[in-house]
């Protein structure tokens, strides 16, 4: 047979194989005519080139997690995406079946399933299982649809990495009136009260943060001012009762938020546990979906890393987010000194509030009970 007609049939099969035109012709035959005539190098531009395969980045584990109140194992029924195939997020992954029906099992996650870990028809999937794994780049160039002239790829292409983010942070933006209040908390008492809760909590092997303390502080806050612990819902606003709040954790993935759930009415040690607990399962990629999705209550604290002070974008549909910056030495005027001076810790925290929920007013009261825990931490134990 003609050389020009195997060309011809290896095009067209290469082209039928690529759905939707996954790569495109002029491409293909510069593939085509580097892989046979070495002496005939084609010079692509760099954003058209697809021959060289870019390396697996960082990769998202998915586990098994419970799809009803019941659910302690599944068997996965089928799987609906191939190894190799794209997802976004919010595509239906696997059908499982629970011990009340047939669910779906969706990506949270925009990228490509890299690994199917459990094959269809396997019985009795525990609760915390690695089921799958998705990489959000690190894809070969031959799998995206290039949005330039004749197919060529822009960065536009494979940087969708930071998109749900952006749109979600966005929509924040544009669509809550955000407003900030600050003050200036005093937190010499906090790092008393934690120095001796920590020596006596060493024989358990538990250790107190500040940030613990933040937490009950602002649980019980909101419990004074349910008014922050609530969320627009077009029509009327929702005022929750349990106080269930979000602590931001940083991952190699992304920001996460998981949840310490009815924090007002737990102590500092359980918090204590948790967080960790928590942070751990994150960072790992180990959480459940009912362990970060919800929450009544935001809070960022970026004080560890020498962060003074700064707003934070409300986490929608709540109300309020604190933002926590980092304490330094102040000093301030005094009476009862004798040098007319006082010093002592200070940190900055920034409320941001959504005014169509939290008056001015009363995100000011909310803060005002907030600094009053804080300063007066034995009060948080009563």
């Known amino acids: 047979m003609h050389r020009s007609s195997v060309l011809v049939r290896y095009i067209l099969r290469q082209s039928t194989r690529s759905r939707n035109g996954l790569i495109s012709l002029r491409c293909l035959c510069t593939r085509i005519v580097n892989q046979t005539h070495p002496r005939l190098l084609i010079h692509t531009p760099q954003s058209a080139r697809i021959l060289a395969p870019i390396q697996y980045g960082q990769p998202r584990r998915f586990y098994s997690s419970a799809l009803s109140p019941t659910m302690e194992s599944g068997t996965i029924i089928n799987w609906q995406k191939k190894e190799g195939d794209r ?76 998109q749900v983010i952006a749109k979600r942070l966005t929509q924040s933006k544009q669509t809550i009136p955000h407003y900030y209040l600050t003050v200036d908390v005093k937190v010499d008492n906090v790092l008393k009260v934690r120095k001796e809760l920590n020596e006596l909590l060493a024989k358990q092997g538990m250790k107190l943060s500040v940030n613990d303390f933040i937490i009950k502080a602002s649980a019980i806050a909101c419990k004074k001012v349910p008014e922050c612990n609530s969320s627009w819902m077009e029509s009327f606003i929702r005022q ?143």
């Open 87 to 162: 997802v976004s997020e919010g595509d239906l992954l696997a059908e499982i079946e629970t011990d009340k029906a047939t669910m779906g099992f969706e990506s949270a996650e925009e990228g490509f399933l890299a690994k199917i870990c459990i094959p269809e028809g396997t019985k009795d999937v525990p609760l915390g299982k690695l089921v799958c794994i998705i990489v959000k780049k690190g894809f070969e160039l031959s799998q995206v649809l290039g949005s330039g002239p004749e197919g060529q790829i822009r960065a536009q292409d494979i940087s969708n990495m930071r």
């Open 240 to 382: 929750y009762t349990a106080v269930d709040v979000c602590v931001a954790v940083a991952t190699d993935n992304g920001l996460i938020t998981p949840i310490v759930f009815g924090a007002d009415s737990k102590g500092l040690g359980v918090i204590a546990q948790e967080v960790v607990s928590l942070a751990k399962k994150a960072r790992e990629g180990k959480l459940m979906p009912q362990e970060y999705q919800g929450g009544t209550f935001t809070i960022s604290n970026l004080g560890m890393f020498g962060i003074k002070h700064f707003t934070a974008v409300i986490n929608p549909p709540q109300a309020c987010i604190l933002a926590i910056g980092g304490a330094d030495k102040r000093y301030w005027p005094s009476e009862d000194a004798i040098s007319g001076m006082e010093t002592g810790s200070v940190m900055s925290v920034t409320l941001s509030c959504d005014h169509r929920v939290v008056d001015g007013a009363v995100g000011a009261q909310w803060l005002a009970e907030f600094r009053k825990l804080m300063e007066r931490p034995e009060s948080m134990l009563l």
